[in-house]
């Protein structure tokens, strides 16, 4: 048996020494009610994260590079909230558009940081 979790935790290293979980924070899909509002027109909100989202589809003209303000409208679970806030276009393609938040207020940050430890809290407790 400790060959099995010995050779599952190489697996798991190895995946992440290859660089397969880039990611730097908890990401959480919403639900199709979430939505993000840039230059005056609203995009599904696919899946976000304490640092960035991902609006799909998107058929705007903001280029990679680019920054922009946003609105970020959460209702998920016992959060209900919109985040104003200075992104950055990380990419856009196919996919969507995939941004990176660059400025929030002190107290808008408060929330998102609820949010995501909730999130967090019940990831760690259903795995």
Not at 25 to 32: E, K, Q
Not at 99 to 125: C, D, G, T
Request: aromatic share 8%.
């Amino acid at each position: 048996m400790s060959d099995t979790l010995l050779d599952r935790l190489k697996r798991l290293l190895l995946r992440k020494a290859e660089g397969a979980d880039r990611r730097q924070a908890l990401r959480v899909d919403t639900p199709a009610h979430c939505f993000v509002v840039i230059e005056g027109r609203q995009y599904p909100l696919r899946n976000w994260s304490a640092i960035g989202f991902l609006a799909s589809p998107y058929e705007g003209e903001l280029a990679e590079n680019g920054t922009f303000e946003v609105a970020i409208s959460v209702r998920q679970d016992v959060f209900d909230f919109i985040v104003d806030a200075r992104a950055i276009v990380v990419r856009k393609d196919a996919a969507g558009l995939a941004a990176k938040i660059v400025s929030v207020a002190p107290e808008v940050m408060r929330q998102i940081e609820a949010y995501f430890s909730h999130h967090a809290l019940w990831v760690k407790v259903n795995r």
